[in-house]
């Protein structure tokens, strides 16, 4: 098959790719129309959507979504004040956050595969582990199936 035949291929795939988006979005917008017609609230429809969006969110954005929440909560009553919201974006902001997020997801994966395969996982806490992030650390990888051995 010749490098055109190819990409003639792929170009077909992705209009038929484009083609099935757009009726996509066409079936969504008179699914929001069937939602309006049946009376349900726009506090309803929108919590609707957001079922959905938690049922498809990966483990990394889960993960960090019920973190922030987690900190939000123990903002408590100040987490809906203009210095609560900035804490809050702060944290959503830091550089890394999403990074370590799915960094983390993706070594639990790697460590449940290791533990499904009979591998024998130790880990030692040392002097980097002191802290409240290498604390979490090493709780991941205990939580994960790694055996914790004493210093």
Do not use: C, W, Y
């Not at 990409?7 to 992705?14: D, I, P």
């Not at 009553?77 to 799915?102: C, Y």
């Amino acid at each position: 098959m010749s490098n055109t035949d190819r990409a003639a291929a792929f170009l077909a795939r992705l209009v038929n790719l484009e083609q099935e988006r757009r009726e996509n979005a066409e079936d969504r917008k008179e699914l929001g129309t069937e939602m309006k017609a049946a009376d349900l609230t726009k506090v309803e429809i929108a919590g609707i959507k957001l079922a959905v969006k938690r049922h498809f969110e990966d483990d990394g954005a889960r993960a960090l979504r019920e973190s922030v929440e987690e900190f939000a909560e123990a903002l408590g009553g100040f987490k809906d004040t203009p210095l609560g919201e900035a804490a809050i974006e702060h944290v959503m902001n830091k550089p890394g956050v999403r990074r370590a997020m799915k960094q983390s997801e993706k070594m639990k994966r790697e460590l449940a595969d290791l533990a499904a395969k009979g591998t024998t996982l130790t880990v030692t806490r040392g002097p980097g582990s002191r802290n409240d992030l290498g604390n979490a650390a090493m709780d991941a990888l205990v939580e994960a199936g790694v055996r914790e051995v004493p210093a």
